[in-house]
């Protein structure tokens, strides 16, 4: 039971994961929580749904189940970073020098308006994601590794170690940490920090999308309120491993998962959703830079 709750754990953990990333990318550059960052996850999720209806209606005989995951996954990509950019140029971008209140309320408000705007085009009933791939999978000693929970496992480590590579070894990453450390110098040296900004909320918005996919094709069920208890998990995430940074934030959701599977496997199963800001008050108490601590920026 302890290897198959371990496995349940990390499945769990990677997908918080991906969440969390946009949650400490943002706040790393902007030090704003975007508390619509949850909704975006659950838009990919809708996106899964949409794009394997379109993807059946078009081509009859049937792609094979693997190759309308990646299609799923592409197009949900796609479509949540578009969003993520649009939601930073009309939510945020004019509140960018206002105080911290203002960029709070609008990312409530941005939140409770893609919510509705589901719920309205999509029904208020909880929609279905077909099993794609069998149920088949492997074992390892006493637990069972279902073929979804492998792809989690693959796709989520796979973006995780591609987005550390963008940061520390691509030109945009570098204009990402110059940014994050001093915009108005980042500006003085050439960096177009809007540009910046909004890959950036493309980046966050675009894994969340692949975690809505991804957890739609696991679960099976989906609704448009998913995102608001996910978004709050994965931002405990970001808080356990330290806000603004990066690994910490990959930190955090595993060992979120983690406590939610062993909570829920040996405690109780009712109570599963408890456990996860039972964690979030003890670290707010004890520890509230985060097991990695808080990106603190030095300026000489």
Known sequence: MFLQQLINGLTLGCVYALIALGYTMVYGILQLINFAHGEIYMLGAYLGVIGLGLAQSINQTGFSPLTLI????????????L????IERFAYRPLRYAGRLAPLISALGMSIFLQNFVMLSQGARE?????????????????????????????????????????KHTKIGTAMRATSQDRLMA?????????????????GSGLAGVAGVLVASYYGMINFYIGYQAGLKAFTAAVLGGIGNIPGAMLGGVLLGLVEAFGAGYVSSQYKDVYAFIILIVFLIFRPGGLLGERVVEKV
């Open 70 to 81: 990646i299609l799923l996954l592409l197009f949900a990509v796609i479509f949540t970073a």
């Open 83 to 86: 969003w993520g950019v649009a």
């Open 127 to 167: 929609k279905v994601f077909p099993n794609l791939l069998s149920a088949g999978g492997f074992d390892i000693a006493d637990a069972r590794v279902s073929t979804v929970q492998a792809l989690i496992f693959i796709i989520s480590i796979a973006m995780m170690v591609g987005l550390t590579l963008l940061v």
């Open 187 to 203: 500006q003085l040296c050439g960096i177009d920090i809007n540009a910046v900004i909004a890959m950036t909320f493309a980046i």
